[in-house]
């Protein structure tokens, strides 16, 4: 039985744990704490597991913590 991949302008690029880290700007201790807890999807090829290019895009959105503006408090500049 042979299998074909077909190419694909949209293929989704899937990214090992030590690219994931390096993306982060983390250790690979990170991602892999991502994966056994779950917290991010994954794909496991055998005994690799991958993170999709685009879950990876999504986690990081999700985590983005926005800026707030706080009103003034009425105060002027000497």
Not at 11 to 31: D, H, M, N, Q, W
Not at 63 to 71: A, F, K, L, Q
């Amino acid at each position: 039985m042979t299998y074909r991949v077909e190419a694909s302008p949209l293929a989704e690029k899937y990214l090992s744990l030590p690219e994931v880290a390096e993306i982060l700007g983390t250790t690979i201790r990170f991602p892999r704490r991502l994966v056994e807890e779950r917290r991010i999807e994954f794909k496991r090829f055998g005994r690799h597991v991958r993170i999709a290019e685009s879950v990876l895009n999504a986690y990081i959105d999700q985590c983005t913590v926005s800026t707030i503006r706080r009103p003034s408090r009425g105060r002027r500049a000497a």
